[in-house]
């Protein structure tokens, strides 16, 4: 197994919110990519989070990878903030899926505008607390290919819920798909309880670190900060690893294959997640006493929409290519 000696290090105890090991990856991850300053600033203002709430469960940012879904659990507050519905029709049944007024791909870039302002104020303490906290939890959802993908069929006309309605046999065990990728692949079936305790500290450390080792990326591929461009590379996983191409079924025993092809998939989406927040909390203070320049963030809007295209172009020759192949059939 990819983690099982790190697994062996520490018995984790107590459940709390779904994958909310994950998070926490993704969130030390992050944090151990962080240079200096941002690293200070961040720490500083999930400082503050932990006192507003108060929310004694976060304590440092690692923790608050977890944050927006105790809110969710608790009152189904924003719930639609984490995921996004792109339909997958392989059979190619209709799929008429209701508009989300916002989803995750809509709110990552308003969290950035929270966490930096713009260029007549700076946020107040709350706005940056809440859009950093949000931030830190709402990267990790963006990855998961099963938070921005809903398979269409004829079983499921209106979607299966990024796969909470689509049931998977596991080691003769019924369970749903979207929970399977949610505990990546099974391997975190519990989490540790919060605040950690220095043991539950070093085992997420130490998974961050296994993460990092297994899974690496060019510098460029870290750098990505564009939500439609990260949806869709978490679309395209779905399509290959989560639904195998369409070939999935409800009911089906997942094989070894898919199995080992689910551990690698999920690590590497969990890894890029931590790589890129981190990127993306390195942009916003790398100069706390200043917000980015205005040139710079004219660049950025410019590289956002040159990758926008890119994927939207290599998506449309995709689709045209399905076209010629069904025509011909």
């Known amino acids: 197994m990819l983690i099982a000696a790190v697994l062996a290090l520490t018995v984790a105890t107590g459940a709390q919110a779904w994958w909310c090991t994950g998070h926490m990856t993704i969130a030390e991850i992050a944090r151990e990519n962080l240079n200096s300053g941002p690293r200070s600033t961040v720490e500083s203002i999930i400082s503050s989070l932990n006192t ?15 944050w927006a879904d105790d809110i969710r659990s ?27 007024v916002e989803n995750v791909e809509s709110v990552i870039p308003q969290m950035y505008d929270g966490a930096k302002g713009n260029h007549y104020s700076k946020p107040n303490n709350w706005e940056l607390v809440f859009a950093v ?39 003769g065990n019924t369970q749903d798909l979207h929970g399977y990728w949610d ?5 975190f079936v519990t ?39 990260m ?8 399509v290959q690893y ?7 079924q409800p009911g089906d025993t997942l094989s070894p294959t898919y199995i080992a092809n689910c551990m690698q998939a999920a690590g590497q989406r969990v890894t890029l997640a931590g790589y890129r927040l981190a990127s993306e909390l390195n942009y916003i203070f790398k100069d706390s ?8 963030i004219h660049e950025r809007i410019q590289r956002g929409y040159k990758e926008v295209r890119e994927v939207a172009k290599a998506k449309y020759a995709e689709i045209a290519l399905a076209a010629k192949a069904n025509k011909a059939l």
């Open 133 to 171: 906290a949000n931030l830190i939890h709402f990267y990790g959802d963006i990855h998961q290919p099963l938070h921005v993908t809903d398979l269409v069929t004829s079983k499921f006309p209106n979607g299966d819920k990024g796969g909470n309605l689509l049931m998977i046999n596991v080691g």
């Open 183 to 187: 505990a990546i692949c099974n391997q």
């Open 74 to 100: 608790n009152n189904k507050a924003m719930a639609q903030w984490h995921f996004l519905n792109i339909p997958f029709a392989p059979t190619g049944y209709p799929a008429h899926l209701p508009p989300q």
């Open 289 to 296: 006493s200043k917000l980015p320049e205005a040139k710079h």
């Open 242 to 248: 989560s639904y195998d191409n369409g070939n999935l």
């Open 191 to 229: 989490d540790p309880n919060r605040p950690l305790s220095s043991s539950d500290r070093q085992y997420i450390e130490n998974l961050a670190q296994t993460f990092m080792t297994n899974f690496t990326f060019s510098s460029e591929q870290k750098a990505v900060w564009n939500s439609t461009v």
């Open 52 to 66: 507003m709430g108060p929310f004694p469960k976060v304590t440092y940012m690692t923790e608050a990878g977890c």
């Open 231 to 238: 949806a869709q590379e978490s679309y395209q996983y779905a």
